[in-house]
T-cell receptor
């Protein structure tokens, strides 16, 4: 079975641009979460979506937004990119009711570099 | 902050030795999870331990949880070079979101 897939794998943008990252969860998983991982640190929670509704939001500015589609895939959008947005963006899906009692399955991430 | 804090930050051992990593946190939890991350890759789930559990095993992995001390440990026995990776603990706190709060991680190097 396919795992969590993310695209693109790498992306280079300049300050002020906008970016869209995509994620396909494991088949049957209805919960998708997004994390930002800066080099040398642990992942930080950005958003969770369950059944196309926002379930949780981390401490990120409004430049960050996301949505989940009827097939449970998800997009993360970041506007007005800053140098500090350079990071590995990870998507994770989980089964159950998305309440955190199931393990999360991560994709390999999108490496975003801001010049 | 609910953030898990891990100790040590880095660990270097010989193949065949055991590796122990510790995680401390500051608030009540529903469960605590351990993940492994190979360089440049996503995280791989290792073990989930619920707040009412004290110990769990999975193959060469043993996780303990002490909620009175707000701490957990991950033991990898008979380590292999392939165990070289970063290991993270993640806290799932209260509420019905799937939000995990990760520590800074322990970088483990296993020398052949």
């Amino acid at each position: 079975d396919a795992g969590v897939t993310q695209s693109p794998t790498h992306l280079i943008k300049t300050r002020g641009q906008q970016v869209t990252l995509r994620c396909s969860p494991i088949s049957g998983h209805k919960s998708v979460s997004w994390y930002q991982q800066v080099l040398g640190q642990g992942p930080q929670f950005i958003f969770q979506y369950y059944e196309k509704e926002e379930r949780g939001r981390g401490n990120f500015p409004d430049r960050f937004s996301a949505r989940q589609f009827p097939n449970y895939s998800s997009e993360l959008n970041v506007n007005a990119l800053l140098l500090g947005d350079s990071a590995l963006y990870l998507c994770a899906s989980s089964g159950g009711y998305g309440g955190g009692n199931q393990p999360q399955h991560f994709g390999d991430g999108t490496r975003l570099s801001i010049l | 902050s609910q953030q898990g804090e891990e100790d040590p930050q880095a660990l270097s051992i010989q193949e065949g030795e055991n590796a122990t990593m510790n995680c401390s946190y500051k608030t009540s939890i529903n469960n605590l999870q351990w993940y492994r991350q190979n360089s440049g890759r996503g995280l791989v789930h290792l073990i989930l331990i619920r707040s009412n559990e004290r110990e769990k095993h999975s193959g060469r992995l043993r996780v303990t949880l002490d909620t009175s001390k707000k701490s957990s440990s991950l033991l990898i026995t008979a380590s292999r070079a392939a165990d070289t990776a970063s290991y993270f603990c993640a806290i799932h706190g209260s509420g019905n979101t799937g939000k995990l709060i990760f520590g800074q991680g322990t970088t483990l190097q296993v020398k052949p």
